[in-house]
């Protein structure tokens, strides 16, 4: 499992799901790392994917922490992130500026504004992606549903 913290040492973690084996494989020393918000895993790439909502990043590594990819920083498009989802070759997030879903291309970061989406909601706050593939004892559809 991975979780992220915003504390005075900010950084992203991971143990196994008993809790041991406790690991900081993102933090400072390795990157630019303020509020990392969201974290999605791409279990297709081997790949972990997180917003941080204070520097306006879209960065990816791989399990280990090594291998960082800054997919999106500083753009129009991302300005407050707060969560992110992988599905298939596509990243969305959510962002406390607007009432929007946004997405890019997670190989080149390419905005897909086919996608954005204008919400109801002044604050989106989670997303989630349900999958066939990773569902495979449920009969999901395909959807990306706001929280």
């Known amino acids: 499992m991975y979780w992220s913290d915003w504390g005075s040492h900010p950084k ?23 509020w990392p918000n969201g974290l999605a895993i791409d279990y297709y790439n081997d790949r972990l994917f997180w917003v941080d909502a204070k520097d306006d990043v879209l960065a990816s ?13 500083h753009s129009d498009v991302l300005r407050h ?27 080149t970061g390419e905005y897909q504004d086919y996608f954005e989406k204008y919400l109801r909601s002044p604050s989106p706050f989670g997303i989630a992606v349900w999958q066939n593939s990773t569902q495979p004892l449920g009969n999901y559809s395909s959807k990306l549903c706001t929280i």
Do not use: H
């Open 61 to 73: 590594c791989d399990f280990d922490g090594e291998n960082i990819n800054i997919v999106v920083m």
């Open 81 to 107: 992130p707060y969560d992110v989802v992988v599905f298939q070759d596509e990243v969305f997030w959510s962002d406390w500026q607007e009432p929007a879903l946004r997405s890019v291309n997670k190989f």
């Open 12 to 34: 992203i973690e991971r143990a196994v799901m008993d809790g041991s084996s406790r690991e900081v494989i993102i933090d400072r020393n390795k990157t630019n790392i303020t």
